[in-house]
């Protein structure tokens, strides 16, 4: 088992920047942020190969956001920027378990076998 720790949400202006951690109680392999919006579905936000070489972004975020992780902490970080009220939503940490490649990483939730609690980003416009 994998415990997965969110930090960093809260309540921000439009245009601000916020930095989400996700703390692995052990080491993991790839990882993703997700997020999910008052009435609407989980969507992707970023994932990271285990190697930390691969990434990638929901267009959405893509030149806003940026994915991170510090493999000797087993630590992955969600850089955001020129946050938009649209960001509003509970932020969500996944790990995988399988060693896939060490470039893989994934857009697709069911690829994940652990979740963090979520933390709440609010974007106010």
């Known amino acids: 088992q994998v415990q997965l720790v969110e930090s960093g949400g809260g309540l921000v202006q439009a245009g601000d920047s916020l930095r989400l951690s996700c703390a692995a109680s052990?080491?993991?392999?790839?990882m993703g942020w997700f997020r999910q919006a008052r009435g609407k579905e989980r969507e992707f936000v970023a994932g990271?190969?285990?190697?930390?070489?691969?990434?990638s972004y929901a267009d959405s975020v893509k030149g806003r956001f940026t994915i991170s992780r510090d493999t000797a902490r087993n630590t992955v970080y969600l850089q955001m920027s020129s946050l938009k009220f649209e960001d509003t939503a509970v932020y969500y940490c996944?790990?995988?378990?399988?060693?896939?490649?060490?470039?893989?990483?994934?857009?697709?939730?069911?690829?994940?076998?652990?979740w963090g609690q979520g933390t709440q980003v609010t974007v106010s416009s």
């Open positions: 996944a790990a995988d378990s399988t060693p896939h490649s060490s470039i893989w990483v994934s857009d697709l939730s069911n690829e994940y076998d652990y």
């Open positions: 052990r080491r993991t392999y790839a």
């Open positions: 990271i190969s285990w190697n930390g070489v691969t990434t």
